[in-house]
């Protein structure tokens, strides 16, 4: 079946489904180590465009699997692909399950709610006994494809409208916050990172990857043309900062942050 893949000024499914090997596979990774189950009902938060409802539902076949996200773009895409899932749109920050859960998967979602402290503690009291809590959250914000991010959101016209923005992101906390913060309410949990190392084909392909998702706040407030500067200018910065490999890769370093909680 094909998709019909769309951008209608949120997300942007067509340029986020671009790297979907690269972005599917530390999903991959976060479901392998959840621990065998058999699950009446998960809940995937942040579903995107269903890459990861798709694994849920083949790991999971007996149970109902419910897709949650604020974005139409990204529903509307899932709800094609996955039609055995259900998708609601609602922001994960806010979403509560009618009755306690088996499964929560949230796969490079959690990151983006500012009090994600307090979230992760909540959705811990939702789940069953023997439940699981399992959290994929990237953790490049130090990485120079991100400090360039703010470097040119504070360095340009447009700077009054994207300095807040850039104040605003969500900062991932140590690892030992996060074991601190949920080893007292699980009777086990497996924290770890790790860092992906991407080979793309230069500056263009790192702007592509990231205006189908981080980027979108800084984007949203600009207009065509401050769009373009913008983006031109952070091009220019990354081809500055990363050096070309012998053959003429760029590596793109991706870490990430990993933990499955039990209840």
Known sequence: MKLEVVSVGDWDSALYMK????????????????????????????????????????RFPRASVIGVD??????????QRVVDADFIKEDIESWRPREETDLVFANASLHFVP???????RLVSCLRDGGCLAVQMPNNMQEDSHALMRMVAADGP??????????SQA??????????????????????????????????RIVEWFEGAELQPFLKPL????????????????????????????????????????K
């Open 115 to 121: 009090e994600h402290y307090d979230l992760m503690v």
């Open 158 to 167: 447009w700077a009054d409208r994207l300095v807040p923005v850039a104040k």
């Open 70 to 79: 604020n974005s139409d773009n990204m529903l509307q895409v899932a709800r």
């Open 223 to 262: 207009c065509p043309a401050e769009k373009e500067a913008f983006l031109a200018r952070y091009r220019d910065a990354l081809s500055q900062a990363y050096a070309p490999q012998p053959n003429g890769k760029f590596l793109l370093r991706y870490p990430r942050l990993f933990f499955v909680a039990q």
């Open 171 to 204: 900062i991932i906390g140590p690892l030992d916050e996060y074991y601190r913060l949920l080893a007292p309410i699980c009777s086990s949990l497996d924290i770890w990172q790790t860092t992906y190392i991407h080979p793309v084909d230069g500056p263009d």
């Open 19 to 58: 790297f979907e090997h690269e972005r599917t596979r530390a999903a991959i990774d976060l479901l392998a180590q959840v621990p065998d189950m058999d699950p009446k009902i998960v809940y995937d938060l942040g579903c995107g465009p269903g890459n990861s409802a798709t694994l849920l539902k083949r």
